[in-house]
């Protein structure tokens, strides 16, 4: 293989396994950096995209977006980076900067965001990938790269909106769900100083939870703790993807409350609660450019860390294999043995 080729994994049609794949650079931008992948985790959103859940893939489909590496070239009006630093990029790896939201400072809502994602037209799960500047995060240097590699996803999934509802002291919140994004809310809710719940259909998640930072667990199918938390929460944050009761965990939200969702799950409620009891539902997308910088600096100073299992690219297959089984605890994170660090 040619040294000017990126060897990636990818899908050759929806659903199917990953296999090795080569492919020429994209041309480098004026914005943009080349960054030579070291690390790269393993999300839901990408098993989604391989299977075409979005209906917005095309293949062969290279997944990642979870990523860490060493900036190998920078465009020529990129600003702030230069060769050798290591960052992290997340799903977004651009936008037109040019929408109503774009000017907002909410990048995340660009009206062009199904081209705005990291792995278009490559993503992580390769030897380099290429995104616009403004979308590559230095990195604290203490901060392990695996550890990084999940924040800039998962992290800041969760950070956002317990950072926009976290205005008014002493909150109640339910967190609905202990899994990759699940224990990260866990971690961040209590150093934002929420009263936390942990609500998992998992019981043998207690004690884990409980070390993650609630204060409380509840088993999700157990309608006698449930009703001994009606009316309890000024905020539901739903982090799980599987079959979920809405009815009952929507009478645990006070009047006015609010549930978030972070995931895909599907939602089939009477609305009779919602209106009574003046609720409202909200989804969740990422967070903007200054979210993730502000994220990044607030889990190094409070010691916030995913739990990760690190498995060799080569092996991605069985990370995507575990992580449909539900087996992983709590995010595989993927090494590029191969990579050049910059150094």
Known sequence: ?????????????????????????????????????????????????????????????????????????????????????????????????????????EEQLCLDIVSSGTWVPYGGFSSSVLVDSRFAYPLPDTMPSEVAAVLVCAGITVYSPLRSYAAQPAQKIGIIGVGGLGHLALQFARALDYEVTAISSSPEKKEQALAFGADHFIVSDDQTSLRQVVFGFDLLLCTAHGKINWEALLNTLKKNGRLVLLGFPDVALNSTDLVTHQLSITGSFLGNRATMREMLSFAQAHGIVPKVELMPMTEVNEAIRKVKANKARYRIVLVNDTADTGA
């Open 1 to 105: 293989m040619s040294s000017s080729r990126v060897l990636g994994y990818a899908a050759r049609a929806v659903g199917q396994p990953l296999e090795p794949f080569t492919y020429e650079p994209p041309k480098l931008g004026e914005h943009d950096v080349r960054v030579s992948v070291t690390h790269c985790g393993v999300c839901h959103t990408d098993i989604h995209a391989i299977n075409d859940y979005y209906g917005i893939t095309t293949f062969p489909f290279v997944p990642g977006h979870e990523i860490v590496g060493y900036v190998s070239a920078v465009g020529r009006a990129a600003s702030g980076l230069k060769e050798g630093d290591r960052v992290g990029i997340g799903w977004q790896g651009r936008s037109c900067m040019q929408c109503e939201w774009c000017l907002q400072g």
